[in-house]
């Protein structure tokens, strides 16, 4: 999914495109709006355990 939590987005940014482990988290996710048809799944926010 994509994150657009600004925290972690600037984490993460600059690092290779693929799996981190960031261990046990809350996630906010939002259903962004549809774009030809399809709706997309957003992690809105990410809340670190």
Excluded: C, N, W
């Excluded at 259903?31 to 809105?44: F, R």
């Amino acid at each position: 999914m994509m994150v657009t939590d600004p925290l972690v987005e600037r984490a993460y940014v600059g690092l290779e495109q693929e799996d981190h482990f960031i261990g046990a988290a809350y996630l906010t996710v939002s259903l962004g709006e549809a774009y030809e048809g399809y709706a997309y799944k957003l992690v809105a926010a990410v809340i670190l355990g």
